[in-house]
């Protein structure tokens, strides 16, 4: 009996999921996809675009996502 419950409720979650996923596909290709809040460092103006809040922080971003990337390269070519 358990098995049988446990059944329909991972059927349900697939539908539920793949409804979800084609929802969200189908707002990003008419355009009409909104983002509940902007990313950290973002803010929005008056017509809903995207500034930058502070460009000091966003220089610093920058700084350390090449860091990141140059250790990962080098973890990598350790590896292999």
């Known amino acids: 009996m358990l098995t049988i419950l446990s059944s329909l409720a ?4 697939e539908g539920i ?6 929802a969200v596909k189908k707002r990003f290709q008419d355009g009409s996809f909104i983002l509940g809040c ?3 460092g973002y803010t929005k103006d008056e017509a809903g675009e995207l500034i930058i809040k502070d460009k000091e922080y966003m220089r610093h971003f920058q700084c350390a996502l090449c860091f990141t990337k140059k250790v990962h390269q080098l973890e990598t070519s350790l590896l292999f």
């Open 17 to 22: 999921s793949t409804n979800t996923k084609w």
């Open 10 to 13: 991972q059927g349900e979650s």
């Open 38 to 40: 902007p990313a950290y």
